[in-house]
């Protein structure tokens, strides 16, 4: 690290400047990445994340936090995220859509003098595991806007009465603000609509949801994240300005994400990453990382400091039989 970067986070730290000490320890985070120091990286994103358990937004710029009124649970969770596009593995095509939603949001001025407004409606959706979720936290870090995070589980579990008012009380608090908000999960509402019971009343909150966000005017990036989506009815497709599917990963992204999640330990001479793509067809992001950790500690708690061939070759077996336990269901 460079002393000036030091010099410029101690006195951050001494004016209680959060903005600054903030940005200068994530160029520090970079930094140290850039250098291949990944454990270091690491280390230094989850202190940040840690000590800030509920929110490390600065209490200045925060309204209150929503609650739910019957249980006093809170609606959403707002919190500042340090990743990149780096952190993520999409495709070419996804990418790039998900960089032209971010160029627009940057240019926005330049845009409004001709008229124009970026999107900000944005629905993901896709099969379970293959980051939806993890992009909104990249997309929230790049473009710097906190990430609103909403479980829509949380929304909708109490009294329907209560629903659309804690609807309400989201969109009154997203007002305030510029972030990314993501609903995340979204489907549940879309789940229950099929239910028979109750069925007149969930359509009801659908519908106000999708009002709500037709009406939206500010200035966030919405997105709302689905593993169903063909249980959204049509008319949730039209309220969107851009739909991004996250589909599972080809060979060369499996590839890709093996060498991410196994950096960590040095490998065998045997290693084949080829052929661990080729024998994981079908895996999502998730599945892969979790194949790389299950091997990672296989090696680590046998004191190896090599990750074998064959213990990634036996986590990715044991993942299969995983998968399709979870499609049997
Ligand atoms: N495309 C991806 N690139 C990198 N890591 C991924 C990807 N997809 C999934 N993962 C890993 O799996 C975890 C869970 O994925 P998540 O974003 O929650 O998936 P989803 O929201 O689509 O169900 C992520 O935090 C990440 O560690
Ligand atoms: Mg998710």
Request: proline share 4%; hydrophobic share 40%.
């Amino acid at each position: 690290m460079n002393s000036e970067k030091l010099i410029n986070l101690f006195e951050a730290f001494m004016k209680k400047d959060d903005d600054a000490f903030y940005s200068i320890a994530q160029e520090i985070i970079k930094e140290e990445e850039r250098k291949k120091h990944h454990l270091l990286a690491a280390q230094l994103k989850r202190i940040l994340a840690e000590n800030s358990i509920s929110s490390n937004i600065p209490p200045r710029h925060m309204p209150p936090i929503p609650r739910d009124n019957e249980k006093g649970f809170k609606l959403l969770e707002v919190k500042k995220f340090f990743l990149s596009w780096d952190d993520v593995v999409l495709s070419k095509e996804t990418e790039e859509t998900l960089k032209q939603i971010i160029r627009e949001l940057e240019k926005e001025d330049i845009l409004a003098t001709y008229g124009l407004r970026p999107k900000r409606k944005i629905l993901f959706y896709g099969p379970p595991g293959t980051g939806k979720t993890l992009t909104a936290k990249v997309m929230s870090s790049v473009i710097g806007y906190p990430l609103v995070f909403v479980r829509f589980e949380s929304v909708i579990s109490s009294y329907l009465g209560e629903t659309a008012s804690n609807l309400r009380k989201i969109f009154d608090f997203i007002e305030k603000g510029k972030w990314v908000v993501l609903f995340d999960e979204f489907d549940i509402i879309g789940k229950q609509r099929d239910d028979p019971t109750e069925h007149g009343e969930i359509k009801r909150v659908v519908n106000n949801f999708m009002l709500m966000l037709e009406n939206y005017e500010g200035d966030s990036l919405i997105i709302a994240a689905t593993n169903h989506p063909h249980i959204l009815d049509i008319g949730v497709w039209r309220r969107f300005d851009e739909i991004v599917y996250f589909d599972l990963p080809d060979k060369k992204r499996r590839k890709k994400l093996f060498e991410k999640y196994l950096k960590v330990l040095k490998k065998d001479k045997k290693f084949d990453i080829t052929k661990l793509a080729e024998q994981s067809m079908g895996f999502s992001g998730a599945d892969i990382e979790q194949a790389c950790i299950d091997a990672l500690k296989m090696a680590i708690l046998n004191d190896r400091a090599v990750v074998s061939f064959d213990d990634v070759k036996k986590a990715v077996h044991k993942q299969k039989k995983k998968i399709k336990a979870r499609k049997g269901n």
